[in-house]
C-alpha cells in the first residue's frame, strides 16, 4: 500500500492516496515540512489545529495554521518557528503608539496575512477556503486544512481561573499551572468535508510531535473527527512530542505533569491509545519500547529532533516507511 | 476680536475662541500645521475632507484625515507628504504576494493606523471619536474634525466614465480628464455636533490651500455645511491652491479648467464668492488683486509657497493677521 510514497518519484494522475498529518505549532509544522519534502503535493494533507485562533485589533489570527503554512511555503523565521523570516515590527510599534496592547508580537508581513484572511472571511468565506487561497498564493502545494470552520477557543484552566489561551501561552509565557482544558465552541464544530474526504482517501495519518492536550487535542475533540479516523482504513501512527520526559519546547511537559499524566512518551501512548497503531519514539526512550508495546501499539525507535531540514526530512521518511511496515502487516 | 491669537502667550481657561481650518491633503495639512504652529491646541480645529475616504483589503483608509493627523503629529514623510515618515511597505509586499492589488502605497505603520481605526469603527464607534482618540494618542493638540460621520465618497466623470476618486487619483495618476465630479452619499451626510460646535464658537474660517473641487468640494456639499458656516459670525478668508496659474501639486489646474473654472486665484475666488470674506494670493498673482475685490473679496497678497515649517508658520501668521484685520473693519 502507501503508494503515496513509492509515487514520490512516480507519480500517478488520478490516484491519490493521502498522507494525514495532524499538527498544531512550530514541532508539528517541522514533520509536515519534512514529509512535503518527502511526498507530491497532492499526496499530503496537513490537518490544522484552529483551537488557538483568536481576534486582536478586529482582525482573526491563526497561529498554528499559519506557522504550518510558512514552514511549508519556506518563509518561517527558523529562530522562533512561528512568523515570519526577516520580519519587521513597524504596525506593531505604530499600535503602540495608539495605546494598544502589543504583547502577542505580529510582525508586518504576519499582519497582512491577518488583515487579507479576516477581509476573506468577512466576505463570507469558509475558512477552509481561505486558507486554501492564501497557502496556494504563497507557494504552498500540500492541502492545509483546519480542524474545522467553525470558531474554537481553547481555555486554560488555572487555579486563578481561566484564560483565554494566548494569554496563557503567549502574554504569560505558559508559566500558570494548567488544572484543566476546555475547548469553547468545538460542540459546534463538525470536520469539514474536505478534511472527510482527505481522510477517507489516506492510506496513513500521521499525529505530528505537536502538544497532545493543546494542539492534538483540540482536533479530536470536534463532534465525528474520532469517528472518521477510526472508520478511515489508514493506518494511524503518533511521533511523541515528548522526548526524555521533556517537551523539546513549550510547556507540553509542565502541562502533562499538572493534568495528570505521565510526562514521557509513554504518557502519550496512553492518551493516543486507541487512535494509532503505532508510536515513533526518540532513541533516548528506548527503555520505553516494551511497556508502550505492552499497550498494543507498534514502536519504532528513531532520533526525533529535528534541528534542521534534512532532520525533518529524515524524520518523515522513518514516520512514513514505519506506516507503510503497519499497514503490510495488517 | 481674535482672541485665540492673542490668547497664544497667555491662555484664558474656559475661553476657547476656534479657528476652523477647513483642508484635504497634503497643501491643507501644511498651513493646518502651520496654525498649530501659532496657536494653543484648544484654540484650532481641523475640519477634513472625508469624500477620498476606501475601503481596501477590508479596511477603513482616509487618506485627507490621515495626512492631516500625520503632519500634525510631526510624523508625516516630508518627501511625499502623505505616508508616515521612514515607514516600511512589507505588509504590502506580502499583500502583493497574497495576490493583491498594491497601487495604493499603504506603509507597514499607515497600515497599523487603518487596522485601528477598521477595528473602532466595527466597534460602532463614529469616526468623530476615532479620529480624536487616534490623533490624540499621536500627540495631535488641535480637535482634528472629520467633515461627517456617515460615509462621502468622491467620484470622478471622465469622458470614459466614472472612477472612484482613488483609482483615478493614485491608480491612474490623476491623468484621465475630469469632466465632472460627485459625492456619492452626502445627501445622507450631516454636520457633526462636535464640527457645528466648532463653527459657533469660531472667530476665523481658513479654507486651507486644499483642492477647491475635491478637498473643500465635498466638505461645502455636505447638507447643512454651508448654512453652518455662513450663520457663524467667524470671518472666513481662504488662501489660494492656485499660484500662477498652476496648483502647487496635484491636478487642482487641470480639473479646475476641464470643469470651466479659470486657472487662476481669481477662478479660485469666483468659487469661494459668498463663503469668503478674504482671499490669500500668492505674490507672483499680485495682478489679480483687483479683479478678485470687484468680486467683493478683500485680497491680501504674500507668499504662499511652503517649502519647509518656516513658510508654514509665516503663511499662518499672515493668515491670522488677515483674519483678525477683517474682523475688526467689520
Redesign the interface.
Known amino acids: 500500500m502507501l503508494s503515496a510514497l513509492s509515487a514520490a518519484s512516480h507519480p500517478r494522475p488520478g490516484v491519490v492516496s493521502m498522507i494525514v498529518a495532524l499538527a498544531g505549532g512550530v514541532g508539528g509544522a517541522k514533520l509536515a515540512h519534512g514529509l512535503s519534502m518527502c511526498l507530491p503535493p497532492r499526496e499530503l494533507a496537513v490537518l490544522v489545529n484552529t483551537a488557538d485562533d483568536f481576534d486582536i ?3 482573526r489570527v491563526c497561529p498554528d495554521l499559519d506557522t504550518v503554512m510558512y514552514t511549508l511555503a519556506g518563509v518561517a523565521n527558523p529562530e522562533t518557528g512561528w512568523g ?1 523570516k526577516g ?2 515590527f ?6 503602540r ?4 496592547d502589543t504583547w502577542f508580537r505580529i ?3 504576519d ?3 491577518d ?2 484572511r ?2 476573506m472571511l ?2 463570507g468565506r469558509p475558512l477552509t477556503e481561505v486558507v486554501s487561497a ?1 497557502s496556494s ?2 507557494g504552498v502545494g500540500p492541502a492545509m486544512l483546519p480542524m474545522c470552520d467553525e470558531a474554537v477557543a481553547t481555555v486554560i484552566q488555572t487555579p486563578d481561573g481561566e484564560l483565554d489561551f494566548q494569554d496563557y501561552f503567549v502574554r504569560r509565557h505558559h508559566e500558570p499551572t494548567v488544572t484543566g482544558v476546555r475547548y469553547k465552541g468545538v460542540e459546534q464544530a463538525r470536520p469539514t468535508l474536505a478534511l472527510l474526504s482527505a481522510l477517507e482517501g489516506a492510506e496513513a495519518v500521521v499525529f505530528c510531535p505537536s502538544n497532545p492536550i493543546v494542539s492534538i487535542g483540540p482536533i479530536l475533540a470536534v463532534p465525528g473527527m474520532r469517528e472518521a479516523l477510526l472508520r478511515s482504513s489508514a493506518v494511524s501512527i503518533a511521533v511523541s512530542p515528548i522526548v526524555a520526559g521533556q517537551a523539546l519546547r513549550g510547556p507540553a511537559d509542565r502541562m502533562l505533569e499538572s493534568l495528570g499524566h505521565e510526562v514521557s512518551a509513554l504518557g502519550v501512548a496512553r492518551i493516543y491509545q486507541g487512535l494509532v497503531q503505532g508510536l515513533v519514539i526518540d532513541t533516548s526512550d528506548a527503555e520505553l519500547e516494551t511497556p508502550i508495546r505492552e499497550l498494543g501499539m507498534e514502536v519504532l525507535v528513531a532520533p526525533t529532533v529535528m534541528r534542521d531540514d534534512a532532520d525533518r526530512r529524515t524524520l518523515a521518511e522513518v514516520v512514513l516507511r514505519f506506516a507503510r511496515a503497519l499497514n503490510h502487516g495488517r
Open positions: 485589533y478586529g482582525l515570519v520580519d519587521t513597524a504596525a506593531l510599534d505604530m499600535l503608539h495608539y495605546g494598544q510582525g508586518d508581513r499582519l497582512a496575512t488583515v487579507l479576516t477581509y468577512r466576505d492564501m498564493s504563497l
